[in-house]
C-alpha cells in the first residue's frame, strides 16, 4: 500500500485495478477497423505491453484540414535485458521496420530498438514476428520494471559476464507474470473463468503494479556506460585485486525527469545504498522495488518515482527497509571509481580472443542515409554473416560482438562497403538526442533532428580554438523528461518550444553530478554566442587532464549542483563570459 493513502488516487492508479490485469478493451480495440485511435484508457495500458500510440506531428495540420484523423501509429520498444541480440532477431528487426514500420530502426538510450510508424493494424504481426525469434516487449514500457541494461561488452570479462547475467536475471525475475500480453498479441488461451487472482498473477506487482516506472542498471568500473546514477536501481561491480567479483555496491534514487516551472519536480542522480554479496543481489532487486511499490506516492505521478521516495523517506531508512527484506544487513559501500560514460569505439579482443567492433551510430538511428552511410543495409548484410551477436549500447551505438578471427575480415570488408567505418569527431561520437519530433507526443522542440546540425556548429568553434580532439559530452532533448539524460551532460540541451532549449552546464564527464541551469529559452544564436568565449576560455587556461564541465565551474561560470532540489538552486551565469 501506498504510504500516502489520505490523498485521492492518482487516475492511472484505478486504471490499473480496474484493467483485469492489463488486458482493459486493447483486443476490441485493436479490431476496431474505423479507427487507427485506441481509448485513452488503452494508451495508458498498452504502455505495459511496450507501446505508445503517437502521431505524425509533421502532418497534423495538413490531416486537420482534412478533416481526417491524426495519422496515428505505435512506437514499439522490445524488451532486451543487456542489449544482447543473435543475428537472427536482428534480422526480424530489420524485416518489421521495412514492411510495418517506416523503414528505419532506432537504437536507444536503454540498451535497445524502437520501430516507429507501426500503425495498429500492423501491430499483432509485429509482435508475433518478434515471438518467432523469442523476442517481446513487455515491460518494455509502463509501471513496472523496464529493460535492464548492463555494461555493454560481457565478453570483456568474467565481471561483465556477470554483470549481463545480472540484469538477465533480474529481468526475467521481475517480469509481470500476467497472461495477457500473450492473450493480445500473440492469440494465446485465456485464463479459464476470465478472472485471475493477485497472488497467482503478479505475485511481485500485485494488481496495481508500481507507482511509476522503474530504471534498473548494472555497472562495471571504471566505464559508467549505463550512467548508473541516472537510474531507480544500480548495480556497481566490485572486484578484488585479481578482477574477480566480490560483490555489488546497490544505488537507489537516481532518475532524469522534471516537469519546466516547477521546482517540485527536478533530477537527481542515486545515492550508494549498501553493499550485498552475489548470492543476495536478486533479493536485493526485488526488495528496492518492493519497497518503492509499498512506499511510492500513488496520489501523484509527477512525485511518483524512486528518487522522491528517497528524498521523502531518507536513505537510512531505505537502508533498513531493503536490508530487512533481503534478510541479511546491507553491508558499508566499497571504494569503487568511474572514469567516464562514453562507449570505445573500434575493435578489440576480450580474453576468449574473440573480436569485437564498436559501431558510432548518430543519435541512433540505423537508416541509409543519402549520399552517407548504408547503416541499415549494411547492418543487415553483417547480420547475415555474422558468426557472434549484436550488442546495443546505453548511448546509442552498436557493438558487433563475438566475432571470430576467420569470420573478421569479412565484417571489416562491410564495414568499409557500406561506409560504416566511425569518422565522426570526439564531440560528436559524445553526443545524444531523444527522438523529439515529428513522433513523440511530449515534445516540444526538436531532438534528433537538429542537434546534428549543431554539432557542426560546435565542431567548427572547437577547431577555431584548437580543442577540436576534446571530449565533450552534449545531449539534447525535446523536453523535460530527460530521456537521453541532459542533465547528466557536460553540455545540456532541453527543449522548451520550437527552436528554443533550456541550456545545462557543469555535470561532471564520468556521471556523478548533475548539471546547472546556464541560459533559459535560447536558441541557436544565443547558444553559439555563450558557449564561444567559454569553449575559448577553457583552451586557453584548463589545468592538465581537466573536463570542461569541471573548468565552468572551477572558472565561475557556473554553480556546482549538489543533488535534489538543489539543481534548482543558484541557476544561471554566475560570471560573464570572457
Same mark, same amino acid.
Given at each position: 500500500?501506498?504510504?500516502?493513502?489520505?490523498?485521492?488516487?492518482?487516475?492511472?492508479?484505478?486504471?490499473?485495478?480496474?484493467?483485469?490485469?492489463?488486458?482493459?478493451?486493447?483486443?476490441?480495440?485493436?479490431?476496431?477497423? $474505423?479507427?487507427?485511435?485506441?481509448?485513452?484508457?488503452?494508451?495508458?495500458?498498452?504502455?505495459?505491453?511496450?507501446?505508445?500510440?503517437?502521431?505524425?506531428?509533421?502532418?497534423?495540420?495538413?490531416?486537420?484540414?482534412?478533416?481526417?484523423?491524426?495519422?496515428?501509429?505505435?512506437? $514499439?520498444?522490445?524488451?532486451?535485458?543487456?542489449?544482447?541480440?543473435?543475428?537472427?532477431?536482428?534480422? *526480424?528487426?530489420?524485416?518489421?521496420?521495412?514492411?510495418?514500420?517506416?523503414?528505419?530502426?532506432?537504437?536507444?538510450?536503454?540498451?535497445?530498438?524502437?520501430?516507429?510508424?507501426? $500503425?495498429?493494424?500492423?501491430?499483432? *504481426?509485429? $509482435?508475433?514476428?518478434?515471438?518467432?525469434?523469442?523476442?517481446?516487449?513487455?515491460?518494455?514500457?509502463?509501471?513496472?520494471?523496464?529493460?535492464?541494461?548492463?555494461?555493454?561488452?560481457?565478453?570483456?570479462?568474467?565481471?561483465?559476464?556477470?554483470?549481463?547475467?545480472?540484469?538477465?536475471?533480474?529481468?526475467?525475475?521481475?517480469?509481470?507474470?500476467?497472461?495477457?500480453?500473450?492473450?493480445?498479441?500473440?492469440?494465446?488461451?485465456?485464463?479459464?473463468?476470465?478472472?485471475?487472482?493477485?497472488?497467482?498473477?503478479?505475485?511481485?506487482?500485485?494488481?496495481?503494479?508500481?507507482?511509476?516506472?522503474?530504471?534498473?542498471?548494472?555497472?562495471?568500473?571504471?566505464?559508467?556506460?549505463?550512467?548508473?546514477?541516472?537510474?531507480?536501481?544500480?548495480?556497481?561491480?566490485?572486484?578484488?585485486?585479481?578482477?574477480?567479483?566480490?560483490?555489488?555496491?546497490?544505488?537507489?534514487?537516481?532518475?532524469?525527469?522534471?516537469?519546466?516551472?516547477?521546482?517540485?519536480?527536478?533530477?537527481?542522480?542515486?545515492?550508494?545504498?549498501?553493499?550485498?554479496?552475489?548470492?543476495?543481489?536478486?533479493?536485493?532487486?526485488?526488495?528496492?522495488?518492493?519497497?518503492?511499490?509499498?512506499?511510492?506516492?500513488?496520489?501523484?505521478?509527477?512525485?511518483?518515482?524512486?528518487?522522491?521516495?528517497?528524498?521523502?523517506?531518507?536513505?537510512?531508512?531505505?537502508?533498513?527497509?531493503?536490508?530487512?527484506?533481503?534478510?541479511?544487513?546491507?553491508?558499508?559501500?566499497?571504494?569503487?571509481?568511474?572514469?567516464?560514460?562514453?562507449?570505445?569505439?573500434?575493435?578489440?579482443?576480450?580474453?576468449?580472443?574473440r573480436n569485437h567492433l564498436t559501431l558510432f551510430i548518430e543519435n541512433g538511428r540505423i537508416k541509409d542515409w543519402d549520399g552517407g552511410p548504408r547503416i541499415m543495409t549494411g547492418l543487415r548484410r553483417i547480420a547475415e554473416v555474422l558468426d557472434g551477436e549484436f550488442r546495443m549500447t546505453s548511448n546509442q551505438n552498436v557493438i558487433?560482438?563475438?566475432?571470430s578471427d576467420e569470420k573478421r575480415p569479412e565484417v571489416e570488408r562491410l564495414v568499409a562497403e557500406y561506409g560504416l567505418t566511425d569518422k565522426a569527431s570526439p564531440i560528436r561520437r559524445n553526443a545524444m538526442a531523444c527522438v523529439a519530433l515529428p513522433t513523440c507526443g511530449l515534445a516540444l522542440a526538436e531532438s534528433e533532428r537538429?542537434?546534428?546540425?549543431?554539432?557542426?556548429?560546435?565542431?567548427?568553434?572547437?577547431?577555431?580554438?584548437?580543442?577540436?580532439?576534446?571530449?565533450?559530452?552534449?545531449?539534447?532533448?525535446?523536453?523535460?523528461?530527460?530521456?537521453?539524460?541532459p542533465y547528466l551532460a557536460e553540455i545540456g540541451f532541453v527543449g522548451k518550444g520550437p527552436g528554443k532549449y533550456n541550456l545545462y552546464l557543469g555535470a561532471a564527464f564520468n556521471g556523478e553530478r548533475l548539471s546547472k541551469l546556464y541560459l533559459e529559452d535560447v536558441g541557436e544564436p544565443e547558444i553559439l554566442a555563450a558557449l564561444?568565449?567559454?569553449?575559448?576560455?577553457?583552451?586557453?587556461?584548463?589545468?592538465?587532464?581537466?573536463?570542461?564541465?569541471?573548468?565552468?565551474?572551477?572558472?565561475?561560470?557556473?554553480?556546482?549542483?549538489?543533488?535534489?532540489?538543489?539543481?534548482?538552486?543558484?541557476?544561471?551565469?554566475?560570471?560573464?563570459?570572457?
Amino acid at each position: 500500500m501506498s504510504a500516502m493513502t489520505d490523498k485521492p488516487l492518482a487516475r492511472n492508479e484505478g486504471l490499473k485495478t480496474k484493467s483485469h490485469y492489463l488486458r482493459g478493451t486493447l483486443a476490441e480495440g485493436l479490431d476496431r477497423e $474505423i479507427t487507427g485511435e485506441i481509448t485513452e484508457d488503452d494508451q495508458q495500458l498498452v504502455k505495459f505491453h511496450g507501446m505508445y500510440l503517437q502521431d505524425e506531428r509533421d502532418l497534423r495540420a495538413e490531416r486537420s484540414k482534412k478533416k481526417m484523423e491524426k495519422a496515428f501509429s505505435f512506437m $514499439i520498444r522490445v524488451r532486451i535485458p543487456g542489449g544482447v541480440t543473435t543475428p537472427a532477431q536482428w534480422l *526480424a528487426m530489420d524485416q518489421i521496420a521495412r514492411d510495418y514500420g517506416n523503414g528505419t530502426m532506432r537504437l536507444t538510450t536503454r540498451e535497445t530498438f524502437q520501430l516507429h510508424g507501426v $500503425i495498429k493494424f500492423n501491430a499483432r *504481426a509485429s $509482435i508475433q514476428k518478434l515471438d518467432s525469434v523469442l523476442l517481446d516487449t513487455i515491460a518494455a514500457c509502463g509501471d513496472v520494471n523496464r529493460n535492464v541494461m548492463t555494461a555493454s561488452n560481457p565478453h570483456q570479462s568474467g565481471a561483465h559476464k556477470a554483470a549481463y547475467e545480472l540484469g538477465k536475471n533480474i529481468s526475467d525475475y521481475l517480469l509481470p507474470r500476467t497472461g495477457a500480453y500473450r492473450e493480445i498479441w500473440l492469440n494465446g488461451e485465456k485464463v479459464a473463468g476470465g478472472e485471475e487472482t493477485a497472488t497467482v498473477v503478479e505475485p511481485i506487482y500485485g494488481e496495481t503494479y508500481l507507482p511509476r516506472k522503474f530504471k534498473t542498471v548494472v555497472a562495471v568500473p571504471p566505464q559508467n556506460d549505463v550512467d548508473i546514477f541516472a537510474h531507480d536501481l544500480g548495480f556497481i561491480a566490485i572486484l578484488n585485486d585479481k578482477g574477480e567479483l566480490e560483490g555489488w555496491n546497490v544505488t537507489v534514487g537516481g532518475g532524469m525527469g522534471m516537469t519546466h516551472g516547477d521546482v517540485k519536480t527536478y533530477p537527481r542522480t542515486a545515492d550508494v545504498l549498501g553493499f550485498v554479496r552475489p548470492e543476495h543481489a536478486l533479493k536485493a532487486a526485488e526488495s528496492v522495488l518492493t519497497v518503492q511499490r509499498d512506499w511510492g506516492d500513488r496520489t501523484n505521478r509527477a512525485h511518483a518515482r524512486v528518487k522522491y521516495t528517497v528524498e521523502d523517506r531518507g536513505l537510512d531508512a531505505w537502508r533498513r527497509e531493503v536490508g530487512r527484506r533481503i534478510g541479511v544487513a546491507l553491508g558499508e559501500p566499497r571504494p569503487f571509481k568511474f572514469t567516464h560514460t562514453g562507449d570505445r569505439y573500434g575493435w578489440s579482443k576480450s580474453e576468449d580472443g574473440r573480436n569485437h567492433l564498436t559501431l558510432f551510430i548518430e543519435n541512433g538511428r540505423i537508416k541509409d542515409w543519402d549520399g552517407g552511410p548504408r547503416i541499415m543495409t549494411g547492418l543487415r548484410r553483417i547480420a547475415e554473416v555474422l558468426d557472434g551477436e549484436f550488442r546495443m549500447t546505453s548511448n546509442q551505438n552498436v557493438i558487433i560482438a563475438n566475432i571470430s578471427d576467420e569470420k573478421r575480415p569479412e565484417v571489416e570488408r562491410l564495414v568499409a562497403e557500406y561506409g560504416l567505418t566511425d569518422k565522426a569527431s570526439p564531440i560528436r561520437r559524445n553526443a545524444m538526442a531523444c527522438v523529439a519530433l515529428p513522433t513523440c507526443g511530449l515534445a516540444l522542440a526538436e531532438s534528433e533532428r537538429y542537434l546534428p546540425s549543431l554539432i557542426t556548429a560546435f565542431e567548427d568553434i572547437a577547431e577555431k580554438h584548437g580543442i577540436a580532439d576534446e571530449e565533450i559530452v552534449v545531449r539534447m532533448t525535446g523536453c523535460p523528461n530527460g530521456c537521453a539524460r541532459p542533465y547528466l551532460a557536460e553540455i545540456g540541451f532541453v527543449g522548451k518550444g520550437p527552436g528554443k532549449y533550456n541550456l545545462y552546464l557543469g555535470a561532471a564527464f564520468n556521471g556523478e553530478r548533475l548539471s546547472k541551469l546556464y541560459l533559459e529559452d535560447v536558441g541557436e544564436p544565443e547558444i553559439l554566442a555563450a558557449l564561444d568565449p567559454i569553449l575559448g576560455d577553457f583552451a586557453k587556461n584548463r589545468q592538465t587532464g581537466e573536463h570542461f564541465s569541471d573548468f565552468v565551474i572551477r572558472a565561475g561560470y557556473i554553480a556546482q549542483t549538489g543533488n535534489g532540489a538543489d539543481f534548482h538552486v543558484n541557476t544561471g551565469p554566475q560570471r560573464p563570459a570572457a
